[in-house]
């Protein structure tokens, strides 16, 4: 479920453990750290100078570096 909400940060699960989704994540460039509620949850963080663009190519090298 996605609620609507004014926020910087997003938090997911990737079905697989967050340190091996959070390393891989790193090596592509991605950074972003285990939120530990969860074994499988990752939380990232943007600023208000992250853009449209910057959040597509984040998210194209998260699709090769998990894929």
Do not use: K, Q
């Amino acid at each position: 479920v996605v609620l609507p909400v004014d926020t910087n940060m997003v938090f997911a699960a990737f079905g697989r453990p967050a340190p091996e989704t959070v390393a891989r994540l790193r090596e592509a460039g991605v950074l972003s750290n285990v939120e530990g509620s969860r074994p499988e949850v990752v939380r990232f963080v943007t600023h208000l100078d992250v853009s449209a663009g910057d959040v597509d190519e984040a998210l194209g090298r998260m699709a090769r570096a998990l894929g």
